[in-house]
């Protein structure tokens, strides 16, 4: 049974640092998804990561995927208050060359951003 | 082009009743995937349907149960309500097909959701 855990659950950093979420997963997989929920919302994807060493960035997110140490990242730089959310990885249980099966989700970040 | 489509937004039941949840997928998908999401569980899968076929189950007592239709269009039936189905009740919509090969670009896909069906059970 594929196994998703994301650390740290909780995450308060100020304005303008850096910061790294991991995500580790149990099984071989290679494909991976990062969202972002904000309070009373619905999930808003960040990432689609497809293959090992995938980079991606938007802003100040940048997420990748290492499959062979089944781990991704998502690192946050120079956060500013309106990052402030829940992050989530998932993984698809399938891989490559079939279509997408269920999401494995971590358990979340909560990320506050303190003025 | 049109996101994927949820309703009702809100519902409130009593223990001992049932509800039916809809989520219409965005155009031209045909694989909708439901999931419960909750304080102490966290997102954990519920089903999948594909064609009008279930095509994965979560770990969900059979008081769960959902179909699809020839539209894609999805719904899900949970019976018996009980205090713990109260939960975000959200569903996905992806353009492949579970567990049959796709070709490149097809893989840059990934699912949708949509705004999600808060269920509150009292």
């Known amino acids: 049974e594929l196994k998703v855990e994301q650390n740290p659950l909780f995450l308060s950093m100020q304005e303008g640092k850096n910061y790294t979420i991991y995500c580790n997963y149990s099984?071989?997989?290679?494909?991976l998804y990062w969202y972002r929920q904000d309070p009373g919302k619905s999930l808003e994807s960040l990432f689609v990561?497809?293959?090992?060493?995938a980079v991606k960035q938007e802003g100040r997110l940048m997420a990748s995927l290492d499959t062979k140490a089944r781990l991704s990242t998502l690192h946050i730089t120079a956060a500013v208050h309106d990052l402030s959310a829940t992050y989530f990885c998932?993984?698809?249980?399938?891989?490559?060359?079939?279509?997408?099966?269920?999401?494995?989700f971590g358990t979340g970040t909560r990320l506050t951003i303190i003025p | 082009k049109a996101g994927v489509t949820q309703t009702p937004r809100y519902l409130i039941k009593t223990r001992g009743q049932q509800v039916t949840l809809s989520c219409s997928p965005i155009?031209?998908?045909?694989?909708v995937s439901w999931y419960q999401q909750t304080p102490g569980q966290g997102l954990q899968f519920l089903f999948e349907?594909?064609?009008?076929?279930?095509?994965n189950k979560g770990n969900f007592p059979g008081r769960f149960s959902g179909r699809q239709f020839s539209n894609s269009r999805s719904e899900m039936n949970v019976s018996t309500l009980e205090l713990g189905d109260s939960a975000l009740y959200l569903c996905a919509s992806s353009l492949g097909e579970p567990g049959r090969p796709v070709l490149a670009p097809l893989y840059n896909y990934g699912y949708t959701f949509g705004s999600g069906t808060r269920l509150t059970v009292v």
């Open positions: 099984t071989t997989s290679d494909r």
């Open positions: 990561l497809l293959s090992n060493g």
């Open positions: 155009s031209g998908h045909r694989s």
């Open positions: 998932a993984v698809d249980g399938g891989g490559r060359p079939f279509g997408n099966e269920k999401l494995t």
């Open positions: 349907y594909f064609s009008e076929t279930q095509r």
